[in-house]
């Protein structure tokens, strides 16, 4: 893969250019870096492809279908890992916010197996899913789902002003070419007063549970970014959504953040992690992959 494919960003949440790079990562991602803002600890690869080079690999190599036929993917949403997830943050999500009857769109709505969860009598929410991949759409489409195919900042340029009680992004902002460009984008589509479920599998700074070699891998850019709660909470915070609840994530695989949607971020706290203590956490968790782990 040629590297001149690549841009160097600066750090995504705060926009400082002194990233150091975690010394251990080239290991695991076929010597590409992985950097950790100095500034406020965000962890993310700051050699990226461009929006339209990201979606466009997203599209052809990693949801690879010629058909709208799931079991020929590469990748499906339906393992019950992946359902058990989305299972959690809408439980989650309904834990905190009366969600029955109100209406949602989930940003990176994948094949909308999520969707129909919330579609069911329980939740009966009117749902809109936003997916870059026109194969997924296909999919979303025969399952009876109004949907956008584009990106989220795309969808913001072009809607016709439509606004949604909630906004979900499940397993998706780490994805993303732009974590706070998508998050700016999502505040243009809620309502006011409204919500942003955000939903990933954070493990900076939290006991690691697996070896690095599943963890980190040479197509990084396809998965950008790595969240700690305190990066999490400042990217939603910087996006105007004030974060009100959050699941007990330090013992759990799932870390699942709720926003209520404000005029503007200024004014909320923007925590950080130091830089330092984050690239000491990555090369704790080589030593002991490299230790115990290193064949499996
Ligand atoms: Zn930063």
Known sequence: MSQDIFTLYPCDLCGSTELIEIPCAPHYMDGRP????????FVQAAYRR?????QKMWAE?????????????????????????????IEFLAENVDIKGKSLCDIGAGEGQFLEMLRAPRFDMDVFGI???????????????????????????????RTFDVASLIWTLENCQSASGVLAAAHDVVKPGGHLVMATGSRIL?????????????????????FSANALTSLMHKAG???????????????????ERVESGDGLPLPKDDGHDVVDFFERWHRETQTHYADW
């Open 34 to 41: 992985l950097h950790v803002c100095s500034a406020c600890g």
């Open 50 to 54: 461009t929006p339209e080079a990201l």
């Open 61 to 89: 190599e990693i949801y690879r279908a010629d058909d709208a036929k799931i079991s020929d993917k590469t990748y499906t949403a339906r393992i019950p890992a992946v359902v058990a997830r989305q299972t959690f943050a």
């Open 131 to 161: 997916e870059p991949s026109t194969e997924n759409c296909a999919i979303l489409d025969e399952l009876g789902f109004a949907n956008f195919p584009g990106t989220m900042e795309e969808y913001a340029a072009n809607s016709d002003g």
């Open 206 to 226: 939290m006991p690691f549970k697996k070896p690095l070699q599943y963890y980190l891998g040479p197509n990084v850019d396809a998965h950008p970014f790595h």
């Open 241 to 259: 959504f004030k974060v009100i609840a959050h699941n007990r994530f330090i013992d759990s695989d799932y870390m699942v953040l709720i926003g």
